[in-house]
Each structure stands twice: as C-alpha cells, then as structure tokens.
C-alpha cells in the first residue's frame, strides 16, 4: 500500500472480501457504518473495538489482500488508540484511519457533527503511530473539519495530522472537483478520497483522483448498497408471490456459490485429513 495508486473495495465480511478479490480488486476496505448496520446498528459509535477486531480477524482469515479498517475515533482516549491499532494490527488489518469527531459520531456526510479539539487528535495520532509495530501499518487521519470549519481549516488540520505523524490523509465530505484539487495542491502529503454514494462529494472516476493527484481511493458501501437493495427486493416478491421461482436467474447457484466459498477445496482437505482414498 505505500507505493502506487491505491483502490480499495468496501467489504462486510469474509464473503463479500472474497468476492472483492475474485473481481480483482487488491486491496480492502472495512467501513464502520458496514459494521454497525451488519448488526442492525446505525453508524453512532455503537460498536465496540472487540466487535470491529473480530470482523477484520474474519476477513484477513479467508483473504489476502491488505486490509484499511475504520476505527471512528479510536474507541476512547490516546491510551485507548494504542490498544486499538495493537489489536487491528494483530488480527491481520493493514491500516486503520483515525477521525477527529467528537463522540457520538457521526456518519461524515451528515449534519451536526462536532470536532475535537485539535490538540486531542495530534494526541491520538502520536499514541497510533507509537503503538504499531510494523512500520508498514498505515495510519491514516481523518478530518472532519470541512463540513464545520470550512475548506481552509481542513486544510490546515491536514498538514498539522501530516506533521504529528499520520501517513496519510482522509479528506472527508469535499464538496466539488475543485476542493479536491484544492487540497491536493495544498496539502503537503498523500491523500485518500471517500467515494460514497448519496453524500455531498461529487462521485469521481478513479482515473479522475489519480490524475488530480490523490494517492487512495475507497468505494466504502457500494456493494453494500447493492446487496441491500436485492435483498429488499427478493424478500418483497418472495412475501407477495409465496414463491422464489421467478427470481432464480438473479441468484448465484449453488455451484457459483460453493466456489466462492472453496467448498470443493474444503471437502478434498477433509478427505485426505481423514485418510479416505474413495472417491
């Protein structure tokens, strides 16, 4: 992850991390709002660092791909951001990014969020940074700032998070093409954009950022979105018509369903473990 143009799928978990893969993509994302909706939660600092460790713990296990895993504000206090990059870290995630929100947070493309003082996350990005124990861990700060503060202001917190130690920045919520180069022009470091849908960024082409000079580029919740929508859409038809018949050319059979998951792989494992020369 420290070298090239870097494009990460939003996964939610070991089988959706697996598709990513098999459509080519290297390199993973694990949104805190996936999380937090995967247990019927909405994205206000519900979950805790244990329910996060053991999602990345499940993907990393049937993956390869480096993982960036979003932490929201660290789950507490520097101290607490210490135990928490350790333990990310040791379930097999490669980065996480770090927000400057104050709690309860707040998905970053809504109103009414509150930011810390900046003095609280350049605390907490030392305590990140000291905390790692592979140096290749990436830890990326988030700013908020931009939907509060103003464009310069999120600026300005770039560089100071760049200079407290963070590898790289999350600029959060941008408003047009032009913020985007803006802050690219501006800020002294390398920087990841959010392609989420029906926020207030306009939804740039990866060859867009590339080219404007961002580093990363995370597509958080599309697949999400996607299989929602579908599973919505099969219940309502299923409840209405009491049968699934009509809707089998939509679904992944059974055997595309067992080679994602490495069925056969598994079963021929379980055979030659147990001595069973049969066929």
């Known amino acids: 992850?420290?070298?090239?143009?870097?494009?990460?799928?939003?996964?939610?978990?070991?089988?959706?991390?697996?598709q990513?893969?098999?459509?080519g993509f290297r390199t993973l994302y694990l949104s805190g709002s996936g999380v937090a909706a995967c247990m019927g939660l909405p994205d206000l600092s519900f979950t805790t660092m244990t329910e996060v460790v053991n999602e990345v713990g499940r993907i990393t296990d049937v993956t390869r791909s480096p993982l960036i895993v979003d932490v929201d504000t660290g789950f507490g206090e520097p101290i607490n951001v210490t135990r928490t990059v350790r333990q990310m870290e040791k379930a097999g995630g490669s980065a996480i990014h770090l927000e400057d929100q104050l709690l309860p947070k707040k998905c970053g493309h809504l109103s009414g969020k509150k930011i810390v003082q900046e003095e609280e996350m350049v605390h907490k990005i030392k305590a990140a940074v000291s905390a790692r124990k592979n140096p290749d861990f990436l830890i990326i700060a988030r700013t908020d700032a931009r939907s509060v503060f103003g464009v310069d202001e999120a600026i300005r917190r770039s560089n100071l998070y760049l200079e407290s130690g963070a590898?790289?920045?999350f600029t959060e919520a941008l408003e047009s093409e032009n913020e985007f180069r803006r802050f690219a022009r501006e800020v002294r470091g390398d920087l990841l954009a959010n392609m989420t849908e029906f926020?207030?960024?306009?939804?740039?082409s990866t060859k867009q950022l590339k080219d404007i000079g961002y580093r990363a580029v995370i597509f958080p919740l599309t697949a999400f979105r996607t299989s929602l929508k579908a599973a919505q859409n099969a219940y309502e038809k299923l409840y209405s018509?009491?049968?699934?018949?009509?809707?089998?050319?939509?679904?992944m059979s059974r055997n595309e369903f067992y080679e994602v998951i490495g069925y056969n792989e598994y079963e021929k494992e379980d055979k030659e473990l147990a001595g069973d020369d049969n066929e």
């Open 20 to 23: 990513a893969e098999r459509a």
């Open 241 to 251: 018509q009491g049968t699934q018949i009509d809707m089998l050319n939509n679904m």
């Open 167 to 169: 590898d790289m920045i």
């Open 199 to 204: 926020g207030k960024s306009p939804l740039l």
């Open 1 to 18: 992850m420290k070298s090239g143009f870097v494009v990460a799928a939003g996964v939610f978990n070991g089988i959706s991390a697996i």
